[in-house]
């Protein structure tokens, strides 16, 4: 590695649980769709520990989203979530096509209650307010409970920092335990895989269950499920047809990349072009609506499940090794997400495809049995070519480009995987942490038109029909 000082040495240790990061729930936004519906559902259980006369005396909800969150909140579903949110929903029990039927019931009425209190809610109520603002977050939205005389019973400054991770004004870390083995860093990390003589994936078990209290057994059980969720959305992906969602007019395309690409004469192409449909099948069932894995985030859902069904059908990789290397892409994406950014509105799509693609190359270098030099390195070259990518979706929909570009950061990270590991781990010039120091450089210079505002790139120079 061409650096072995350590960026992030006055940083504090991860303590990002995997169950936080990997979470289940709909599309097609982490950052507009679960995030959003989790600050609704949470001012819910604020009110629900407000004094309840207090509460009693409300006589109007108002909701108003700030940001990149106006800016494509209405592509994304942002009201609706919401609005879900605030009637008591939550991304991990939300019911199928919940969302679908709200977006297309506009004009419904609905009821919010809290202990005595019960008033009409409605996509009205959402304002979409100014893309320019003063919060320290640009996915910002505030909630407040108003009384006759409009004054403020209760409000919270929401801010959705990616991942489906929520924050507010005034938002203290919970207290958990400390990680069994912290590091900063990935130097760091690589350090304590050498004292400890622990493989990657025993590390990162060992800290959540030192943070979470969860017992070893818990654990790979939730990751099990997990991997079952990421499947199931290939799988269900690859039945949809027709056209998606929203005014684009773009059709969902798995099923044909899986049919043209059966049966090719060329066997890379078979393999690839079968990666490609997986992928294309979550990104479709994402921009549906449908429940996917933030991995990390809802737009960048694709590239994981997709490599990690074609290790299992294609490569013949077992369960086991599927699991580990599905922690050990975790690593990768903590780190991403603690010293850089996992959302498009913060650092552009290099957060987000990009941080899945280098997610998804450590995982198949770990599941493949190489060691940890190696697994960072295909991590690292992953990350290294995504660099700059700018988030700027067509229309404020998650389809254009991010759709192929799932497909293209699963291709990527194979990619980085033979690269990796054609090399002497040692001969790897650039550091995974020298990446993401980068991809944190780089994002906070990217121009806001490029960070999920739909405001610059594709977003502009492709015209709707
Ligand atoms: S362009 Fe990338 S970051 Fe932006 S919404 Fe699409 S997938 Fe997410």
């Not at 009110?47 to 108003?64: C, F, I, M, Y």
């Not at 005595?116 to 009205?124: A, C, D, G, Q």
């Not at 044909?256 to 060329?266: D, E, S, T, V």
């Amino acid at each position: 590695m061409m650096t072995k000082t350590d960026p992030f040495a006055n940083r504090p240790p991860v303590e990002t649980a995997l169950f936080d990061f990997f979470k289940i729930g709909p599309g097609p936004s982490s950052s507009h769709t679960i995030g959003p519906m989790k600050a609704g559902h949470d001012f819910l259980v604020l009110l629900q520990n407000t004094d309840p006369k207090l509460v009693a005396s409300g006589t109007a909800l108002e909701v108003t989203l700030l940001g990149s969150l106006s800016a494509t909140g209405m592509g994304h579903g942002t009201d609706i979530a919401v609005l879900a949110g605030l009637l008591g929903n939550t991304p991990e029990h939300c019911p199928p096509g919940l969302l679908q039927n709200m977006r297309e019931n506009p004009q419904a009425i609905y009821q919010f209650k809290v202990g005595s209190l019960s008033l009409p809610l409605s996509l009205k109520q959402i304002t979409f307010g100014p893309v320019k603002h003063d919060s320290p977050y640009n996915n910002t939205l505030v909630i407040r409970l108003l009384d006759a005389n409009k004054q403020t019973i209760a409000e919270r400054e929401y801010y959705s920092v990616g991942g489906g991770f929520v924050q507010w004004k005034g938002w203290q870390e919970p207290k958990r335990g400390t990680p069994a083995h912290p590091y900063r860093s990935m130097h760091e990390l690589q350090q304590r895989l050498k004292e400890t003589g622990l493989e990657l994936h025993e590390l990162i078990i060992e800290n959540e269950m030192a943070i979470t209290g969860m017992s070893r057994p818990q654990i790979w059980q939730h990751i099990d499920e997990l991997k079952m969720a990421m499947f199931e959305s290939v799988e269900h992906g690859l039945l949809g047809f027709g056209k998606l969602p929203g005014t684009l007019g773009v059709y969902k395309k798995a099923q044909a990349i899986l049919k043209h690409y059966q049966g090719h004469n060329l066997l890379i192409d078979q393999l690839l072009g079968r990666i490609n449909a997986y992928a294309f099948a979550v990104s479709e069932e994402n921009a549906s609506g449908g429940v996917i894995v933030t991995a990390p985030t809802c737009g960048a859902a694709g590239v994981i499940p997709a490599l990690l069904y074609a290790m299992r059908e294609d490569l013949h990789i077992g369960a086991r090794a599927l699991n580990e290397g599905l922690v050990a892409s975790a690593a990768v994406g903590m780190l991403c997400k603690h010293n850089a950014g996992i959302a498009g509105a913060e650092v552009g799509c290099q957060g987000e495809v990009g941080v899945a693609s280098s997610m998804a190359a450590a995982m198949l270098a770990h599941a493949l049995g190489y060691n940890a030099t190696v697994v960072e390195n295909a991590a690292e070259i992953a990350l290294e070519h995504h660099l700059g990518l700018t988030c700027d979706p067509v229309g404020g929909y998650v389809q254009i480009p991010c759709i192929e570009r799932n497909a293209m950061g699963a291709i990527k990270a194979y990619n980085a995987v033979l690269l990796a590991t054609a090399e002497a781990d040692t001969q790897h010039k650039v550091s995974l942490d020298a990446a993401i120091m980068a991809m944190n450089e780089i994002g906070r210079n990217m121009n806001i038109k490029f960070k999920e505002t739909s405001a610059g790139g594709l977003a502009v120079s492709v015209v709707e029909c």
